[in-house]
């Protein structure tokens, strides 16, 4: 079993940016595809990144290419969302997920994960 915990979340203006951290313990991580979802007030929780066992290939929603990057460091156990020219629409509750039998079809379903943290607040003012 994988424990995630996120940190990083806060109050930041439109054009500003934030790192989010994710900690992991209990398994190699190598061994898992890591993701971050994101949920607003209202909404279903969405894909943001994700970053595949092993090869570490990774996968963003269009609208956050070109402004986030997701990176995993499996030496530390630890995932990192960085986040740039934040806009107000990117406000919510990001949340750190893991899954070691992902298949590819599944890796932007958040129904794919198996493992998650318990989500760090996002806000965007404008």
């Known amino acids: 079993q994988v424990q995630l915990v996120e940190s990083g979340g806060e109050l930041v203006q439109a054009g500003g940016s934030l790192t989010l951290s994710c900690a992991a313990s209990?398994?190699?991580?190598?061994?898992?595809?890591m993701g971050w979802f994101r949920q607003a007030p209202g909404k279903e929780r969405e894909f943001v990144a994700a970053?595949?066992?092993?090869?570490?290939?990774?996968y963003y929603r269009d609208s956050v290419k070109g402004r986030f990057t997701i990176s995993r460091d499996n030496a530390k156990s630890t995932l990192a969302l960085q986040m740039n020219n934040l806009q107000p629409e990117d406000t919510a509750v990001y949340y750190c997920?893991?899954?070691?039998?992902?298949?590819?079809?599944?890796?932007?379903?958040?129904?794919?994960?198996?493992?998650w943290g318990q989500g760090t607040q996002v806000t965007v003012s404008s």
């Open positions: 970053a595949w066992r092993n090869t570490g290939y990774t």
């Open positions: 209990g398994r190699t991580l190598s061994r898992y595809t």
């Open positions: 997920a893991a899954d070691q039998s992902l298949i590819r079809s599944n890796v932007r379903s958040a129904k794919g994960y198996a493992y």
